[in-house]
Structures are given as C-alpha cells and as structure tokens.
C-alpha cells in the first residue's frame, strides 16, 4: 500500500514539474532541518522544556506560563515516549518546520500564483533563520507554522465561505493562541481583514 502510494507520487511529480519541485523543495527543507538536529547539548530553555514536558498533562498545564504556554511542551510530552535525547525533544519542532515549506506554498500559490508560490517555499526552505530556529526545541516553529496555516484558511474564508474553512480557521488560531500569547495579533490583523471585506461585500450586495 505505503509503496503504492508513493509510485503514485512519483508519477504525479514526473508528470507535473511544478509538483516535483515542490517536493524536492520539501526534501531540501527537510535535509537543512533534521540534519545534525542532535548532535547539540540543550540550552537553558530547551532543558527546562524537557523538564516541564516529563510532567503529566496536569501539571503541565498547571505550571504553564509565558512563553511556555501548553500546546508545545504537550507536544514534546508525547514525544518523550521515543525516547529521551536531543534528536526527540527537538523532532516536532523540525517536523513544523517542513510543514512551514507547504503550507507557505500553498498559501502564496492562493494569493498569488503556483510561480510565486514555489518561489516563497525555496525562500523558507533555504532560509537560515527559519531552519536555525526549527532546530531548537521552543514554540517558533510552531507558530510560524500555524500563523501560515490561519492566513491560509482566512484566504479560503474570503473566497469560499464554506463551514469547514470557518472550523479549520478558528481551530489553527485557537491552537496558535495556546502556542504563545502573540498569535493574538495574527487573529487580530485577520479579523480585520475579514471584517473589512465582509462589510464591503455587503455594502455592493455580492460576494467577494
């Protein structure tokens, strides 16, 4: 089946040159981010995560406060359960960050053009601080991620209107405010935005 799968993509990425692209610029992301991701001992936030994470669920939310709010450190919570090294504590926020690349295409490709879409993954994909900061266990690369993925859904809202792009939007955003306290400015500049167009919309009497 897993075999199958992938001879499909492959065969999609040789028939589409912009989807092989695509996935050559994930591979690259990828590569940039999880290579040499343990070689490094802990630094003095990522080793009071690890210790904050090796709590039950309970006392990690009880003892959750600025920047460590919930949603990462339950994230490496689980991750523990591989295994306790500096590969493992650092896994999801890598992982988040090659989410980053596709989502980041995806959203450009929407507002924009697949052209300036690829374009923008290459720029994430190569970026030095974007790969500096997936290498490190804190919430950056999971509010880079989810911030993109809110922005994505917002573009949705305002063309589609459709009710699971209302739950995919106020779900990335409420996950995004449980990464850290300054995804509220994301929701805020969106909510704007949507109000913006709605209440222009409403004024011609038609749709965006």
Known sequence: MAEGSGNRIW?????NPGLGLLLSLVVLGAFLRFRALGWHGLWYDEIYLSILAES?????????SQPWTPLH???????????????VIRFFPAL??????????????KFFSPRVGLISAFLMAISPFHIYYS????????LTFLSFLSIFFMYKLLK???FIFI????????????????ALLVFGMEMLIL????????????RI
Not at 11 to 15: G, R, S
Not at 56 to 64: G, K, P, Q, V
Not at 73 to 87: C, D, Q
Not at 100 to 108: D, E, G, R
């Open 167 to 182: 739950v995919g939007f106020s779900l990335t955003n409420i996950l995004n405010i449980l990464t850290h306290p300054v």
């Open 195 to 206: 109000s913006y167009f709605y209440l222009k919309d409403l004024k011609s009497g038609g």
């Open 56 to 64: 039950d669920l309970r006392t990690i939310l009880s003892l959750t």
């Open 96 to 109: 988040f960050g090659v989410l980053t690349i596709l989502v980041v295409y995806k959203t450009a490709e």
């Open 11 to 15: 065969l999609e990425a040789t028939k």
């Open 73 to 87: 450190p339950i994230f490496v919570h689980f991750a523990l359960y591989l295994g306790k090294s500096e590969f």
């Open 135 to 142: 290498q490190e266990a804190t919430y950056y690369s999971l």
């Open 160 to 162: 589609e209107r459709d």
